[in-house]
DNA sequence: TTCTAAATGATAATGATTTTCATTGACATT
DNA sequence: AATGTCAATGAAAATCATTATCATTTAGAA
């Protein structure tokens, strides 16, 4: 456990942690244009690792534990910055905050639970096709597209229906 | 060279919609358990005319110039409950603030043109009978869906593509 | 007309996210 | 290795959409 102690020059220690690819990150952050600090290396990690669908906030007090000299406005930018930049994907449900994840290879839709938040990545190659043949029909061409399904899962409607 | 003027923006292409009196606005109103009251009559009256996808906000101003004497937090209750009613349809995208437009007995979704704004409703039934299809596969009880699709139509296409 | 719960408007509160700004730090260049 | 510069950071304040609070008003039943 890494523990700063305040008012002193605190060098960061390194705990010995799964030998992430430390190195693709850094390459990641050069790629977008950005200065590699180890806050953002400290946020790719803990994004590739545990849950994939997270919120700012979750990600912020997970990072907090083992480097809580992390500030969450951090936390905030560079996910915005990785977003924009198609590394990381924004999923949003109602009005609750966004979810992110690195963004994966291979293009999924997401269902969503209203209920418990559960989300679960889907891929269907008909509704992309339709989705370009509707496109094409009134001539647009087409550059991209979101799909949200929303809806009770199995768990929660089994569960009955107070609260 | 593309120009995008400002006042330009956010056009829409419509589907028809059936224009609605005074007394059906009371009934609906009754229809859903609630007092008839003269602010949510006129917040209906507004959004059956003019623009289809209105922001509570822009919605509060409009009401705002004739009927100064509607607070904004009416107009939010009355969408909210009207939304669970299912006599409004609410839509998010993005971090964008939530448009509300009265369900329309169409269903349908959105085709963005990401250059100049406009926006065409269509409607695909083999979609939607392939997302209940996908909600099915995972066991989830679908309420909803968003589904928008994003290019550039056909105009702002010939017309050279640059910002 | 009277009564009462529902509805309203003004305002404060909330929660997520963004901005500000003084300080720190990455990294290209000496 | 030391330096300079400007991006990056953290803490706090600000913002933005939305919701809650609460004293007052009003719809509509009695």
Redo the contacts with the bound molecule.
């Keep these: 456990m890494t523990r700063l102690v305040k008012g002193q020059q605190n060098k960061e220690v390194l705990i010995e942690r799964e030998p992430i690819d430390i190195e693709s990150f850094k390459k990641m ?2 790629q977008m ?8 290396v400290h946020i790719l990690e803990a994004m590739s690792s545990g849950r994939a669908h997270i ?3 979750e990600l912020f007090e997970k990072l907090n534990k083992n ?1 809580p ?12 910055n990785m977003t924009e930049h198609s590394l990381v994907t924004e999923v ?1 449900m109602g ?4 979810r992110y994840e690195l963004t994966p290879n291979q293009h999924h839709d997401h269902l969503n639970c209203t209920q418990c938040g559960k989300i679960v990545e889907f891929e269907n190659e008909s509704i992309e096709e339709l989705q370009l043949a509707v496109a094409k029909k009134f001539n647009f061409k087409l550059t991209g597209h979101v799909l949200e399904l929303y809806g009770q899962c199995d768990q929660c409607n089994s569960k009955g229906s107070d609260t």
Tied chains: 1, 2.
């Design positions: 952050i050069r244009g950005l200065k590699v600090t180890k806050q953002r919120t700012a906030q480097h000299e992390i500030g969450f406005a951090t936390v905030y930018r560079f996910l915005k949003r009005g609750f905050p966004a």
